[in-house]
């Protein structure tokens, strides 16, 4: 708690002096390990963790419940409208929407990219300013139906920017062994290992899904797999690492820095939460960092540094001021001369000088650049006395093979003044050139507060250029926690449609086009949530946000409402949506009874209808729900069990036929008719228990269901309504948080610290 107060002391006294911007798959949290599997992860020594805004790397969840959350429901609405920190963006408009078609790319402008800063280390050198980078590819990549029906590369979150997990690949596994591994010394026995292609070390804490594109396969995690020297493993990062598709050999990580902001913004330990888009040689993501990037998806094995971003800054390593060889370091620099004991750090994180140095002193005792020559090559370095240590950076250039080749950086906190809650997490998707980004914009570390009510939770960008086209604030003063849902893009109705669910509840379509004087069209907006229903801090009410992805199938939208994990279980929503209708389609009114008349109530945070105040809910006559599901008597017995209800989901449907496969918190998964019944009820056809928490979503493949659970088991159902028992459940020996894909025929899963790719079986 204490840790918590320094950090937002420390934030306070930035903005004020204007240090930087005002101010989480997501909503992640430290899950406990099954297995009993400890993290070795420390902060200890670490110049880039938390240590300098007072907070340790302690596996500690992501949205702890701390004394903020017992906060009173007088002080919360005391607060329910926050003090802006932005100026408010343009209001969206609302108009008739006519056949949208492809509209020109927008001249690119020059795409900020952040000067170095000492501190926080997110080091990118001065670069110059943005110019058009080459298109990326379209074609097959591009179009859903065709990336669907290939079964090959599966390359965003869900495949494709319908967000239906339903690849068309043949003959993979239907049953595996993942052997044995060592829990002292992760060393693994395969000797009855079964169909397992390879697999890969990840970080303590895994929540991102893989992606598969180009023969590489890409996944975040964070930075226990320390695979770059300069970054052992106890030095926490958010990290996006890419792995070779046919052998699992490593190839690049692309590594976020935490920020010095601490855990408000950047929770120690969960790492990148997102999957990658992927198109062609290029790739989009979203950091811990609040940034947009660009990066080359070969890297620097290609033997280039392309993009508008040359020469970025890299830590090498730090040497802590209260280590004895700090002064003579130091003195030494001033000198012109390395010391001995600067030599050998510099080698044991990888950058091992060959021969005399050239130093020249920039500012006495501060600052020295560094000409060495190191693997052969000339290289610039750089040394800084910066707080509590000397750190030393190396210019990233083409020979450093196992870096990422950044193209280009929209930092989304310094240009849009955006505050994400605990994290910053969105899987990306496109259309056309149109690249699509929630920006997680959520309420601070009291729960309550907004620091930035008028910054945008929604954005289009150029995709070539990080210009930013047009933003949407539509959530406004009425996000509720955080915002780490994920876009989806369909042609729906004759009109391309770019869907995102806010920190609300609420479901907003937009036309998915450049806009227009940076704003976009609204075309349709839609609670999620019952108006009754009500916000309580820590999840102890029936009001929930929006974690799970919209899906797209067959013209309509399915999308289910959870909280954060850390909130635990509760009364969820699953909703199938006419996204052809316009205006408020949510399935009820808010209304106040002013003697014989009903006044409309706007849009409030906490609780849209409070019936003691004489407010009603009233059913909408404009009413875009096809069906909902909150409880089905499957039995018929009159009654609702608890394995009859939907409850709160992180998950994504998946859908294929006349069969819609979702799975719960609580460990439940549904199986339901799509379509639903001609009165808006569901079909419900079957509810299995996994007795354990799901935290992913279904694979739809082969004939088969695939979905994993917190207990490391994934289960494996035939598809169809009377298949209500899985015919296996296989342990992967840790979590799986992740949602299990299938690419070219192999079935990658992600764990909470290993990737597996799980091949076909012999014939």
């Known amino acids: 708690m204490n840790s918590e107060i320094k950090t937002w002391c420390m934030l306070t006294l930035a903005v004020i002096s204007g240090s930087f911007a005002a101010t989480s798959m997501s909503g992640c949290r430290k899950p406990t390990d099954p297995a009993g599997v400890s993290s070795n992860t420390t902060a200890a020594d670490s110049n880039v963790t938390a240590a300098d805004s007072n907070v340790t790397a302690a596996e500690t969840p992501i949205a702890a419940a701390d004394d903020n959350e017992a906060t009173s429901e007088m002080q919360l609405k005391a607060v329910d409208t926050p003090v802006a920190a932005k100026p408010a963006a343009a209001e969206v408009k609302e108009t008739p929407v006519a056949e949208v078609k492809e509209a020109p790319a927008a001249e690119p402008k020059e795409a900020p990219v952040a000067e170095a800063k000492e501190e926080p280390a997110a080091m990118v050198a001065a670069a110059p300013k943005a110019t058009k980078t080459a298109a990326a590819p379209a074609g097959k990549s591009d179009d859903p139906a065709a990336v669907l029906e290939a079964g090959g590369d599966w390359p965003q979150w869900a495949g494709t920017r319908l967000r239906n997990n339903t690849p068309n690949v043949k003959g993979i596994a239907k049953s595996w062994n993942i052997g044995k591994f060592d829990r002292r010394t992760g060393e693994w026995d395969g000797t009855n290992a079964e169909n397992i292609k390879w697999f890969a070390k990840l970080g303590s804490q895994t929540y991102g899904n893989p992606v598969v594109a180009g023969g590489r396969v890409f996944c975040g995690t964070n930075n226990s797999g320390g695979y770059l020297k300069r970054y052992p493993g106890d030095v926490d990062l958010g990290c996006l690492i890419c792995f070779d598709e046919e052998t699992g050999d490593f190839l690049w990580q692309h590594s976020s820095e935490k920020l010095i902001t601490g855990r408000v913004h950047d929770w120690p330990l969960q790492g990148i939460c997102c999957a990658p888009l992927v198109e062609g040689d290029r790739l989009w993501f979203v950091t811990s960092r609040g940034e947009v990037r660009c990066l080359d998806t070969k890297g620097f094995h290609d033997g280039s540094d392309d993009g508008e971003v040359k020469g970025e800054r890299g830590r090498v390593a730090d040497l802590p001021v209260a280590k004895p060889e700090f002064k003579e370091a130091v003195a030494g620099l001033d000198k012109g001369e390395l010391t001995q004991a600067l030599l050998d750090l510099l080698t044991e994180h990888g950058e091992p000088i060959e021969g005399a140095a050239e130093v020249t002193t920039v500012a006495a005792g501060k600052k020295w650049s560094i000409k060495a020559t190191i693997d052969g090559a000339a290289r610039d370095l750089e040394a800084v006395v910066a707080g509590p240590r000397l750190s030393v950076f190396k210019t990233i250039t083409a020979d450093d093979k196992e870096e990422a080749d950044v193209l280009w950086v929209y930092n989304m906190m310094e240009e849009l003044g955006i505050s994400q809650h605990n994290m910053c997490s969105c899987s990306v998707t496109s259309y056309g050139d149109l690249l699509f980004v929630n920006t997680s914009n959520g309420v601070d570390e009291s729960h309550i507060v907004l620091p930035s009510p008028d910054a945008p939770s929604f954005i289009c960008m150029n995709k070539n250029t990080g210009e930013v086209l047009w933003t949407d604030k539509s959530p406004g003063t009425n996000i509720v926690h955080g915002q780490w849902s994920s876009p989806t893009v369909a042609e729906l109705g004759g009109v391309v449609q770019a869907i995102f669910a806010g920190g609300d509840g609420w479901v907003y379509s937009f036309k998915a086009d450049q806009g227009g004087d940076g704003n976009p069209e609204l075309l349709w907006k839609f609670d999620a949530n019952p108006k009754t229903s009500k916000w309580i801090l820590g ?59 009903r006044v409309p109530i706007p849009h409030r945070r906490l609780q849209a209808v409070i019936e003691e105040d004489g407010e009603v809910a009233i059913d909408n006559p ?29 998950g994504t449907v998946a ?18 008719d799509p379509k639903g019944s001609e009165n808006g009820e569901p079909i419900v056809h079957f509810t299995y228990d996994m007795l354990a928490q799901a935290w992913g979503s279904p694979l739809i493949a082969d004939g088969h269901v695939y979905i994993g659970d917190e207990d490391g088991d994934v289960a494996i159902f035939e598809l169809g309504k009377d298949n209500k028992e899985p015919i296996d459940e296989i342990n992967m020996g840790t979590s799986v948080y992740s949602t299990p894909i299938a690419a070219n025929g192999v079935i990658y899963i992600s764990t909470k610290d290993k990737l597996f790719a799980i091949a076909p079986p012999k014939e």
């Open 539 to 597: 999840g102890a009410g029936t009001r929930n946000n929006i974690i799970a992805t919209p899906v797209v199938h067959d013209g309509l939208v399915y999308v289910a409402v959870g909280q954060d994990p850390e909130h635990g279980e509760g009364q969820g929503h699953l909703w199938c949506i006419d996204p052809t209708k316009r205006g408020d389609i949510s399935s009820e009114l808010a209304m106040k009874i002013e003697g014989d008349k």
């Open 622 to 650: 404009n009413s875009g729900v096809v069906w909902h599901y909150a409880s089905f008597d499957q039995n018929g017995d009159g009654e609702i069990d608890f394995e009859e209800e939907m409850h709160r989901s992180c």
């Open 655 to 672: 859908i294929q036929g006349d069969l819609l496969y979702v799975a719960d918190f609580s460990g439940m998964l549904h199986c339901l």
